[in-house]
């Protein structure tokens, strides 16, 4: 690889690790596009982003343990349901390359499950949501057996491993390690924190990006030159992210995640359609918009974080006073 994509992918790296830590997701949701649009294949793109979001992960799973925003109960079934569905969604990959059509099919999947969601959390974070929240619709769904979990939330055994299974197929599918969809239905359908959502994604991450990426490097579909750039870059970086939760707003979580998730959306459709109709700068407006979006918010994050802790300084200040 070129010393200049190399520094590219570090200094990528970095900013995904905040992301993570932050957000709670492996950043494959934008690694994976990122290599596709970089011309790796569906494969390649898929397996290189979920070994990414298995190294990346072990740092922020740390640092969100020692700040006690997991529930390991959670986690542990998430994890069940997870490393079952991301073997089906693998199979499904490799048949679907068998076939030439992956890159297609991977990136329009990519297109409108991001825009869904984070639309969705939009919605949401800028208060349209109201109290037709999805936690009170599956509240009816009382399915024993039930385990009390943080936040002194009740939720059936059944249709946590069922939404765990779900997210596992989509994310053995798109090269995910389910981050991005595993938050919202946390917060969304179980009721869960936010806070909580994050710690506890991180750690089921681990362990089914862990499965993900072995399991696809037995088909030879993980590219280490990409990879390790990455880890290097994403190492403090995670660390960065996990210690700005404590200090952000639960709705502007929220809010940052929809962009990142709005962002990916446009740039994966700006990718197909340059590759259908053969125009070539729709690619580099893809590039801007992945990289261009990520450090964006990432600054925004850290920002935000660095006001909130000046302000608690200040706060313990007048009090001491």
């Known amino acids: 690889m070129d010393p200049l994509i190399i520094a590219v992918f570090i200094g990528f790296g970095l900013i995904i690790g905040i ?172 009721g869960v924190p936010a806070v909580v959502a994050v710690g506890t994604d991180v750690l089921q991450i681990t362990i089914s990006g862990g499965f993900g990426a072995f399991s696809y490097a037995q088909n030879g579909a993980v590219e280490l030159a990409v990879v390790v750039p990455l880890l290097a870059g994403s190492a403090l970086g995670a660390r960065i992210g996990a210690a700005a939760t404590s200090l952000t707003d639960e709705d502007e979580i929220k809010g940052y995640f929809a962009a990142m998730l709005l962002a990916g959306s446009v740039a994966v459709a700006s990718n197909r359609i340059g590759d259908v109709l053969g125009i070539q700068i729709l690619d580099k407006v893809s590039l801007v918009l992945i990289f261009g979006s990520a450090l964006l918010v990432a600054a925004a994050v850290v920002y935000s974080a660095l006001v909130s802790l000046r302000n608690r300084k200040s706060q313990k200040v007048v009090t001491a006073e």
């Open 19 to 190: 992301l993570f830590g932050f957000f709670g997701m492996g950043g494959s949701f934008l690694v994976t596009p990122a290599l596709l649009v970089f011309g790796y294949p569906a494969k390649v793109a898929v397996g290189s982003g979920l070994a990414f979001v298995f190294g990346t992960s072990v740092i922020a799973a740390l640092r969100h343990r020692n700040l006690g925003q997991v529930d390991y109960k959670l986690a542990l079934m998430f994890i069940v349901g997870m490393t079952t569905g991301i073997k089906v969604g693998e199979q499904v990959v490799l048949w679907l390359e068998a076939t030439g059509i992956a890159d297609a099919v991977v990136g329009i999947a990519y297109v409108f499950l991001l825009a869904a969601v984070g639309l969705f959390t939009l919605r949401d974070a800028r208060g349209g949501g109201g109290d037709s929240s999805l936690p009170y619709r599956f509240d009816a769904l009382q399915i024993p057996p039930m385990v009390s979990i943080s936040g002194g939330v009740e939720i059936s055994i059944w249709l946590t491993l069922g939404i765990a299974l779900f997210v596992g197929i989509l994310s053995g599918f798109l090269g995910v390690g389910g981050g991005f969809l595993l938050m919202p239905a946390m917060v969304y359908v179980l």
